[in-house]
Each structure stands twice: as C-alpha cells, then as structure tokens.
C-alpha cells in the first residue's frame, strides 16, 4: 500500500483500485484520513471465491489454533486501544473516551468468541429405533458476508466477525465507506494471523456495487447486517431469491419512560447519556421521552439545565462530551427534521445550533409539546435530537412506548417496583433497561429488537452460535 492509500484484502493479498474514495474527518473537514479502494464487482465475486477455498482450510484447523487466533486478534485490540480509538473518534466523530472504549470491547468480543470456539458440545440420543444411536453436531455455515454501518465502526464488525470465525466459518467483511480506516485496521489486526488465504476478506465500496454482488451472490451461505430498515429489506429480498440465511438488526425508535416517583437527577441523567451520547447517531439512543405530567415540567427543567453544559466540539479535544455529526448529509437531515417537528406544533427548547466551523457541529436539541403521532417520533432521526411526550400516567406510557414500527430498546425510571417490573415484561422491545439509559448493552448477553427493529436469531453472548452454525443430525448403526 501507498503511504495515505488503502486496499482492500482479497484471499491473502492486498489489493488496489483505480477507484478510491477519501476519507474525511467531520470533525474537520480539512484533515484527510487517506484514500480508501473501491472493490469492483468482480474483486468482489474473487473476494467469494477465495472465502470458499479458505474456509475448507480454517474449518479443518484444530480448535486450540482457532482459539489462538482469536485471543492474539483481542490482545491486540485491547493493547492498541488508545491509538485505534483516537483513529476511531477522528474518522466517525465520537468523542476520543467512547472511541478508546470502543476499540476496547472490540478486543472483549474477539476473547469471548475464542473461548467459544472451545466450549461446542453435541448431543446424543437413542434411536426410537433399536440398536441406532442418533447424534446432534454443528457446522459451520460456510461463507458468512458481513455488512457494517458507520456508527460504531469496529464494534459492529467484531461482534459479527469473532462469532463467524470462532464457529469454522470464512468471512467477506464490508464496512460502510464513511469509516474505512477503522475497517483497514481491524484487517491488518486478522491479516498478521496464522489463517489459510481467503479466511477473511476486506472489500470496500459502496452498497449499491460491492453490497450487491455480496447480497445476491448464491456462493454465499449466511449475511449478517446491521444498518438502516431500507437496506434490510432489500437484503431480506435478495438473500430470499436465493435462500441464503440471513440477520437483520435495523433502525429503531427507542423510549425513555419517566413516572411520577422517578429519581428525576437520574432521569436526567439517563435521558442525557441515552439521546446524545454519540451525537444520537446510536440505534439504542431515547429519542422519545414518555413523561408524566406530574413530573413533566421538573424534569424539561433539568434537562435544560444539563444539556446546556454538555461540551459540543473536536472529537479529539480530551474535554469533548459531544461530537460531530457525521457528515453534511446526516446534519442537513437532522435540521430538517427540527423544522418538520416545530411546524407539526412541538416547541425547540434547547440546543439544535449549528456553526460555520469545519466540522459538522450541532448543539443536542430538545423538543417538548410533541406527541406520539408526529412524524419526529415515528421516524428514525439518527441525531441528538430528543422529543418530550407527556402523558398521564403509567398505562398511557406504557401504550404510546410500545405505539410504533419498532422495539429495539426501552427504558423506565421509577422506584416503584410493580411498575418496572410490569414494564420489563410488557415493553415490546429486545432489550429493556430499568434505571438505566436506553443505550449501552453487555458484550456475554444477547442483543438485538423485536418488531422492525430486527429479524432473524440473536447476535452475541452463547445466542450467535444460532446464526453462525447449521445443526447435523447423524444416525450410527451399533448393534
Ligand atoms: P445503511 O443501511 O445505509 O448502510 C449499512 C451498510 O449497508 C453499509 O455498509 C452500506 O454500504 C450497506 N448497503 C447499503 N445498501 C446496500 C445494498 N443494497 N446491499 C448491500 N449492502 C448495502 O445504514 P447506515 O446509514 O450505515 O447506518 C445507520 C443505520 O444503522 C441506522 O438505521 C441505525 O439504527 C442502524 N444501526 C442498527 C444497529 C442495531 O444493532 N440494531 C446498530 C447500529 C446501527
């Protein structure tokens, strides 16, 4: 690779493109991270090919190698953590704390998967028929395709990567070509390995060309995607026409309820960290906020009074609380959707500036007199905008949380225990958080929604074996 240039890394080998693509900082739009290859479709199609071959060689490596592999890959994740994070935060925005952290539980995902790779028992049975023993195995699926969003960069792709490979399989990764570098990194990281060529495969571009041919690809057994609801529908068509398994986990539109006997310094608190840590841009993030009207002015209050110190700048400037949008695309959007909710009748409270830097800046924005039936609370916006929605009591709460296309995430502030532990078993969503921010989950436990949110089996903790192998049932004569 040229110095400020970055290739893709198809069966073993580095590979370069007329076709590139630079890569920007939103924190300032004149500091260039390098020039990214685009892979062509055929690259993308040898870039199969290769997965195919490879994945005989790794699935045959005894389990001890395996483990290894993936230990040496977290190792280095965790030792390199301050320096991949700050690339992190300076290619996606996120301020240099969550960037570093990050790259951290990366590393974390690549330690749990290898011990994984050691605990793949079977089962056995009798036969209903006598002198026949049945057993039970998993395989490896095959050629798993991975495809990324740009709002967590590594994370995303180690918690589909470590499970694909810990389990036998080959993998074809994707990122989204707003964060390359990050994508480069984590592949320099697995292309040191011990691995036979064509294990795993870096092919950047865009959705459009290189998602494509990996999505319609019949060579390919398994696509695992995190990204937007469009884009999952379109993967869900194309692996159907070709009965390739798959797994969405998509947008969401997740609610932080506060009742009427919440620690409100808290519910503060909670709904500050939910909605705008990493400038919004999270599919766990509260961008509604269900409030009773006994609490409801107190609490607007406090919020206000917090978000009114939270630090918006450069995310590398160590006192950074709030990054950058990330990009003009993202801000423009989110600004639209200020101006959609203030003309549906809600009320900007505070935040939602923007300045003529470099970099894509915007204060977090509250909105308060909104309701559940506005377009601001039925979209996805993808950005720190929050909307207050008050409401009577629990019941009403309850019903307007779960009043929506999606059931990602939810959570409750209450100290009454009827309540949340009514919530916890009623809320429509993947995860609950009870006195918590409706974003930041585990790394041993499942993830992933219900309704629009998600399809197919769980990913991460003991659950991703599901999607990452195929059960074999065998039949031994012994008698
Ligand atoms: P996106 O859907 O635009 O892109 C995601 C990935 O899909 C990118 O790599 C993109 O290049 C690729 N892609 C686009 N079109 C494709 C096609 N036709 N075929 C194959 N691949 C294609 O999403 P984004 O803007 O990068 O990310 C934001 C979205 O991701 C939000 O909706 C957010 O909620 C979601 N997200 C969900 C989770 C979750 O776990 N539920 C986590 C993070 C982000």
Redesign the pocket.
Known sequence: MTSGQFDNYIDGVWVGSQKRITNVSPSDTEDVLGDYAQASVEETHAAIAAAVAGQRGWQATGLEHRYKVLMAIGDELLERSEELGAQLSREEGKPLAEGRGEVYRSGQFFHYFAAEVLRQMGDTADSVRPGIEVETRREPMGVVVV??????PMA?AAWKIAPALAFGNAVVF?????VPASAVSLTEIISRQDMPAGTFNLVM????E???A??TSPAVDAIT????????K??AA?AAANLTKFQL????KNALVVLDDADLDLAAECAVNGAFSGTG????ASSRLIVTAAVHDAFVEKMCERMAQLKVGHALDAQTQIGPVVDAGQLAQNLEYLELGTSEGAQLVCGGEVDDSKGYYMTPALLVNSHNAMTINRD?V?GPIACVIKVADYEEALATLNDTQYG?TAGVITRSLRDATHFKRHARTGCVMVNLPTAGTDYHVP???RKS??FGSR?QGQYAVEFYTEIKTTYIRSA
């Open positions: 495809i990324t969003p740009w709002n967590f995303t994707k990122p989204a070509n707003l571009g865009s959705g459009r290189v998602g494509e990996l999505i995607f995190t990204g937007s609801l469009q884009t999952g379109r993967i194309a986990e998509m947008g969401s841009q999270k599919c766990t996805e993808f990602l993830f992933g929604g949110s998600s990913e």
